[in-house]
């Protein structure tokens, strides 16, 4: 592209371009420094998460990061995190058999609440004394759905409090059971995966994960990009040098054959005052 340039002498425009490619190898190459620095950094996180993964008992640069506890805590957090559950359910269950399906007469204040209608069910306690699993018994209703259930056995209050429609739970007292309910579920469904976290155990496999799947093909398209700019970037500074080098040579030769030609003029105009100073002679 230069030499058409230059042919049609479009000197400016070629110097213009010099300066953007030297642009170019400069952004090139710093390009280049990135990758290779993010092809740098990928590899040593790759190999620390695989140190880390493979050698949970040595010290490694993530434990300071990812301070763990170890597995019988992690087991204990697990085992408070049922007892709690559990007892949650226990103190439902006495406010519901104990005074919401009761019918107490108006003397029995502050357990009357003018309850009727039919009885509510017991909430299912999804652990046993031992803290094992425990299946759902018939009548109970589970932590998915209890809420939605107990709300068809809220009545209206009047102002003291005391239901004025059919129903056995006040407002208040179903707000009450809805938020240990809340809570049990977080618990049941959420203390396992804290529980991990606890004891980095799915922080492991996360990074196992990264590692098998991800760092190969990061390290391996991260060094194929600062190579192919490398070579880029290499390609066009030796184009540009090459280019000026010809260039000085083209000038270098065209200012020769104009001297040679300015030399043949200089002795054909003195070869034609020798001849033209004989003729007169002769005269």
């Known amino acids: 592209m230069y030499p058409v340039f230059s042919i049609f002498g479009m000197q400016l425009?070629?110097?213009?371009?010099?300066?953007?490619?030297?642009?170019?190898?400069?952004?090139?190459?710093?390009?280049?420094?990135?990758?290779?620095l993010l092809h740098n950094v990928a590899g040593d996180a790759c190999v620390a998460m695989d140190q880390w993964v493979q050698n949970p008992a040595a010290h490694t640069a993530l434990d300071e990061i990812l301070p763990c506890v170890d597995t019988t805590t992690a087991l204990e957090t697990l085992a408070k995190s049922k007892e709690v559950t559990s007892q949650l359910a226990e103190v439902v269950n006495q406010v519901i058999t104990n005074m919401s399906n009761i019918n107490f007469s108006p003397n029995f204040k502050p357990l009357y609440i003018n309850q009727s209608g039919p009885l509510v069910p017991i909430l299912c306690n999804p652990f046993h004394a031992d803290?094992?699993?425990?299946?759902?018994?018939?009548?109970?209703?589970?932590?998915?759905?209890?809420?939605?259930?107990w709300s068809g056995y809220v009545c209206q209050v009047s102002a003291a409090g005391i239901c004025e429609t059919t129903g056995r739970l006040t407002p208040t007292i179903y707000s009450q059971m809805e938020a240990a309910v809340n809570v049990s579920y977080g618990l049941i469904n959420y203390a396992p995966f804290l529980v991990q976290l606890e004891d980095c155990s799915f922080a492991r496999q996360t990074f196992s994960e990264i590692h098998r799947e991800h760092c190969p093909g990061l390290r391996k398209y991260s060094r194929e990009i600062y190579v192919g700019l490398v070579i880029v970037s290499t390609a066009v500074m030796l184009s540009l040098i090459f280019w000026v080098i010809y260039g000085r040579e083209r000038r270098h030769r065209t200012g020769g054959k104009q001297e040679h030609e300015h030399q043949a003029e200089d002795r054909a105009a003195h070869q034609e005052v020798v001849e033209e100073g004989g003729e007169i002679k002769e005269h």
């Open 131 to 149: 803290l094992t699993d425990r299946a759902c018994s018939p009548g109970e209703v589970d932590l998915n759905n209890a809420t939605q259930v």
């Open 13 to 36: 425009l070629v110097h213009i371009l010099v300066v953007l490619g030297w642009i170019l190898v400069a952004g090139t190459f710093i390009l280049c420094g990135i990758f290779l």
